[in-house]
C-alpha cells in the first residue's frame, strides 16, 4: 500500500520529485527512440540485445507501475497506447531469429503521447514553452507521426529491401513519399510494401500537409472574444475576425476609431 502511494504520487503529485520523474520519463522514451535510430547503422550483436532487455525490462515495470496506481487499469491495458506498450515490451524481451517482431519497435513513438501531459507542465515552468506551446504541440505532433512512418518503413524494408539500410534512408523515403516528391531512386518491394507506399502517398496528400501548415502558421494567442466568444486570434489582433468586436485587451478604443460590428451582417 505504501508503494502504491508512492507512486501514485510520482504519477499524479505535483511535488518537485514527483515532477522530476516525469521529465525522467520523457528523457527515457526519447533516448531509447535515439537508440532506437542509431543502432539502425549498426549491425546487431550480444551487447545490443543486452541493451534491448535492458530497455525491454524498464518500459516494462514503468508499464506494471502505471497500471499498479491506475483506477482503471483493465481500460489502460486495452487502450491503444497500453496494447502498444505491451508489442513494445514483446519487441524488445521475446529472442526471436531475425527480429522479425521488430517492426512492433515503432509503436514505441507512441509513447510520447503520455508525454503531452509533461508538455502542460512545461508551459508552468519554461516560459519559452508558455509563449510556443501551440507551436510546440504541433511540431511534437509532426515528429511523432514523421518518425512512426519512417520506423514502419524501416523495421518492414530494411532485411529484404537494399536500398533501406538504415534510419536515414527510410527517412529520406518517407518525406519524398509524404511531400508527394517521389525521386524514385528508393522504392518499396513487395506488395505490402506498395501497398505501405499508397498509404503513405495518400496520407500525404491529406495528413502530412495540414500538420505542416498547423506548424508554420502565424502565432496565436488565446484571447476570448466578449461578443462571439472565439478564444483564437493572431498576436496583432484588434478586432474579432469572427464577429468584428474590438478586442479590449489588445488595445482601447480611440475616439477616430471606426464603430465596431458586433455581427456577421
Not at 550480444?46 to 525491454?56: K, N, S, T, V, Y
Not at 515503432?106 to 503520455?114: E, K, M, T, Y
Not at 468584428?244 to 464603430?259: F, I, K, N, V, Y
Request: with cysteine.
Amino acid at each position: 500500500m505504501a508503494t502504491r502511494t508512492v507512486l501514485r504520487e510520482l504519477y499524479e503529485g505535483e511535488s518537485r520529485r514527483a515532477v522530476r520523474f516525469r521529465y525522467g520519463l520523457l528523457l527515457f522514451d526519447l533516448s531509447t527512440i535515439i537508440y532506437l535510430a542509431v543502432t539502425s547503422f549498426v549491425g546487431g550483436s550480444p551487447f545490443l540485445e543486452l541493451i534491448d532487455a535492458a530497455i525491454g525490462l524498464g518500459v516494462l515495470t514503468e508499464f506494471l507501475a502505471r497500471l499498479s496506481v491506475s483506477r482503471r487499469p483493465l481500460h489502460d491495458l486495452l487502450h491503444p497506447l497500453g496494447l502498444a506498450d505491451v508489442a513494445v515490451i514483446i519487441s524488445f524481451l521475446v529472442p526471436i531469429g531475425g527480429y522479425r517482431l521488430g517492426f512492433l519497435r515503432a509503436l514505441r513513438v507512441l509513447r510520447l503521447f503520455r508525454s503531452y501531459l509533461i508538455v502542460s507542465r512545461m508551459k508552468r515552468d519554461f516560459p519559452f514553452v508558455r509563449r510556443n506551446y501551440d507551436t510546440i504541440v504541433a511540431g511534437t505532433n509532426l515528429f511523432v507521426f514523421l518518425f512512426g512512418m519512417t520506423a514502419v518503413v524501416y523495421e518492414t524494408q530494411h532485411r529484404h529491401n537494399p536500398a533501406i539500410g538504415n534510419y536515414l534512408d527510410a527517412l529520406y523515403f518517407t518525406v519524398a513519399t509524404l511531400t508527394t516528391t517521389g525521386f524514385g531512386d528508393i522504392t518499396l518491394t513487395g506488395t505490402g510494401g506498395r501497398l505501405l507506399a499508397i498509404v503513405m502517398m495518400i496520407v500525404g496528400v491529406s495528413l502530412f500537409v495540414r500538420m505542416v501548415q498547423v506548424l508554420f502558421r502565424p502565432r496565436r494567442v488565446h484571447q476570448r472574444c466578449p461578443s462571439c466568444g472565439l478564444s483564437e486570434h493572431e498576436s496583432d489582433a484588434v478586432y474579432c475576425k469572427r464577429c468584428g468586436t474590438l478586442l479590449t485587451s489588445q488595445r482601447r478604443a480611440e475616439p477616430g476609431d471606426l464603430p465596431c460590428r458586433t455581427g456577421s451582417g
